[in-house]
């Protein structure tokens, strides 16, 4: 076999949660199957909840490989969101059990990694293997949201995963700042200041 019609096994890689005032920002990356392809993947934030979760297992059980990779808030803090981002999706990435030959990175940035890779924007809507890290990272983070509610109640997390909601700031205001909430960001740098 030449090394043209060699298999390439390329991750779709996204990651979830730049926006919220609270909690890590979380990162899949997902190698396909092609001879197991999977229907009804598409942008987790266009499926619902209930949809979402059963995608969540069915791409965990079909996919070739998938993993998940983090940036704490005491790094998103320390080097800013977009560079946390980014390294939430190399560690997704260097967590795979299988080594990718290429990536699909959603949005127009690529972190470092040993395989080539290339930044789509909208790539979450338009690329099944994106579309399937979406999913397992929205899953994955909403899930840990929900049980930091339980740690930190009062602050509606299970509800708004972290998000800068009325409700939220609100509660920020009432019940102070934790060590969940990220530091760096405007809405809560004002009320520590």
Sequence with gaps: ????????????????????????VVAAAVILDPVRPIEGLADSKKLSEKKRQEMDLIIRENALAWSLGRAEVEEIDQINILQASLLAMQRAVESLPIPPDHALVDGNRCPDLACTV????GGDGSEPAISAASIIAKV?????MTELDLQYPGYGLAKHKGYPT??????????????????????VRRLID
Excluded at 4 to 20: C, L, N, S, Y
Excluded at 118 to 121: F, G, L, Q, S
Excluded at 166 to 187: W, Y
């Design 1 to 24: 076999m030449s090394a043209t019609t060699a298999i390439i096994r390329v991750a779709g890689v996204d990651e979830v949660g730049r926006g919220p005032l609270a909690g890590p």
């Design 118 to 121: 290339e930044a789509i924007v």
């Design 140 to 144: 994955s983070r909403d899930r840990e």
């Design 166 to 187: 009325k409700f939220h700031l609100q509660a920020l205001q009432e019940l102070g700042v934790t060590d969940i909430h990220r530091r760096s960001f405007g809405p």
